[in-house]
């Protein structure tokens, strides 16, 4: 079973900083997929659905995540299970640096000066790992 390696402290900022960007906006899904959309136009082609149903599809799993970092043998089977349908949509290896970056700065976007290096760190950190384990051994051949 694959591991979240983060420590205590970046779990804590992690968790600290979500249930803040949700107290400050409740649209930051979808501002996250304007942002993506512009970088990458290409991407918009794998969505069959509704932007807004997605971007609250997007900040459950977030959530789901987030809350589950202490109890990673709950979280990694979903994760996995949203990888190969990611891949099953289309979605390419190099698709999800765009997707991490334009998550990031998103949720810097919201959090503005509350967003500091330590805990853009910690959020990378996390999405580096998720991306790691949603990819699986599924691109090697690309």
Not at 21 to 33: D, M, P, Q, R, V
Not at 36 to 61: C, H, N, V, W, Y
Not at 107 to 121: A, C, T
Request: charged residues 35%.
């Amino acid at each position: 079973m694959e591991d979240i390696n983060l420590t205590k402290e970046e779990i804590k900022l992690i968790q600290r900083s979500f249930s803040r960007l949700t107290e400050i906006n409740k649209k930051t899904g979808e501002a996250f997929y304007d942002r993506l959309f512009r970088t990458d136009p290409e991407i918009i082609k794998l969505f069959k659905s509704d932007i807004k149903e997605q971007a609250g599809a997007l900040m459950r799993m977030v959530k789901t995540v987030v809350e589950g970092l202490n109890n990673p043998e709950i979280i990694i089977p979903a994760i996995q299970e949203l990888g190969r349908r990611h891949y099953e949509y289309g979605v390419k290896s190099e698709q999800y640096k765009t997707f991490g970056d334009c998550l990031i700065m998103s949720i810097e976007k919201v959090l503005g000066s509350e967003f500091n290096p330590k805990m853009k760190d910690a959020w990378q950190k996390l999405y580096d790992l998720l991306a790691d384990v949603m990819r699986g051994n599924r691109y090697e051949s690309e």
